[in-house]
Every structure is written in structure tokens, then in C-alpha cells.
């Protein structure tokens, strides 16, 4: 009967530490949170790195910008894409007139608002390279310098 008090607080231990496991498990897909932090992130790195770094660091798919998801893109206020962390194929190429699959120009609506603001959400429609299926995306930008730095999460 001595040990019940052990017994007990084993118990209570295994508990709180199966508790904290799940509140600290991170979800299969990204949060708009995430989204924003590692916006923020990228555009603290580019500032204190240089853009050429900076550019390369987002662009690399092992990186710390990479994330199940949440990927960032670096766009000019051209259009022209500088750094994308999901598809190298896009760097230095001019979307301005890309659209998503409702016609939506979402590449000359992002480099708009991002001379209009510092910082802003946007919604369309993108591949998610993790489903390989076309999704509702919300993407957050901040504007820095003659750039658009974006990471997004699918409304999954």
C-alpha cells in the first residue's frame, strides 16, 4: 500500500507529459501564425544577410524557410520572382500576368498591394506541393525595400 503514492505520481507524471507531447505536436499543415512568423523571419534574414543570401536561403528546400507547406517568395515589384522555396524553375521569372484557375491575377494583385501596404493578407487559389492539388491559399506579405516577401497557408 506504501507505493500507492508512487504508483499515483507516475501516473500524474505520464499524464502532464503525454499532455505536453500533443500541445507541442505541430499539425501536418502550416498556421496562418506559422505563416506570418516565418514571413517576419525571412525579412529579418534578408535584412541582416543581404538579399543574395537571403535569396538563396529561401530558395533552398532543406532550409529554414521550408517548412511540411509554408514556403516563402521573394517578388519584385515587377512580378519578377527572386527567391521561391517550393519551385526553383520560377526564379527570375516575371509572373505579373499569371493567374489562378478563377482567372484571378494574383501575382499583379500582390506586387499592388504591396506598394500600397506594408504588410497584407491574400486569398486565391495555388498547387499545394505537399497534396499536388489546387487549393484556397491565404497568403501574408511584407513589404521590404522593392520587394514582396510572401509565405502562405492552404485553407485545407
Same mark, same amino acid.
Given at each position: 500500500?506504501?507505493? %500507492? ?17 500533443? /500541445?507541442?505536436? $505541430?499539425?501536418?499543415?502550416?498556421? =496562418? ?10 525579412? /529579418? ?15 533552398? $528546400?532543406?532550409?529554414?524557410?521550408? !517548412?511540411? !507547406? ?16 517550393? &519551385? ?13 484557375? !478563377?482567372?484571378? =491575377? ?10 500600397? $501596404? =506594408? &504588410? ?6 495555388? %498547387? &499545394? =506541393? ?27
Amino acid at each position: 500500500m506504501k507505493h %500507492t503514492g508512487s504508483i499515483k505520481a507516475c501516473v500524474a507524471a505520464f499524464v502532464a507529459c503525454c499532455a505536453l507531447g500533443v /500541445a507541442h505536436a $505541430k499539425s501536418e499543415f502550416a498556421t =496562418p501564425d506559422e505563416a506570418t512568423a516565418m514571413v517576419k523571419k525571412g525579412v /529579418a534574414f534578408i535584412k541582416s544577410n543581404g538579399k543574395d543570401k537571403g535569396w538563396a536561403e529561401i530558395s533552398n $528546400k532543406s532550409g529554414m524557410f521550408n !517548412d511540411r !507547406d509554408l514556403y516563402l517568395v521573394v517578388y519584385g515589384l515587377d512580378g519578377t520572382v527572386h527567391a521561391h522555396g517550393a &519551385n526553383e524553375k520560377m526564379i527570375g521569372r516575371n509572373l505579373i500576368e499569371l493567374k489562378d484557375v !478563377d482567372g484571378k =491575377p494574383f501575382v499583379k494583385e500582390r506586387v499592388e498591394l504591396g506598394r500600397a $501596404k =506594408p &504588410n497584407f493578407w491574400q486569398d486565391y487559389k495555388f %498547387t &499545394n =506541393p505537399v497534396s499536388k492539388k489546387v487549393e484556397p491559399k491565404q497568403m501574408y506579405c511584407e513589404r521590404l525595400d522593392e520587394t514582396v516577401v510572401c509565405g502562405g497557408v492552404y485553407k485545407n
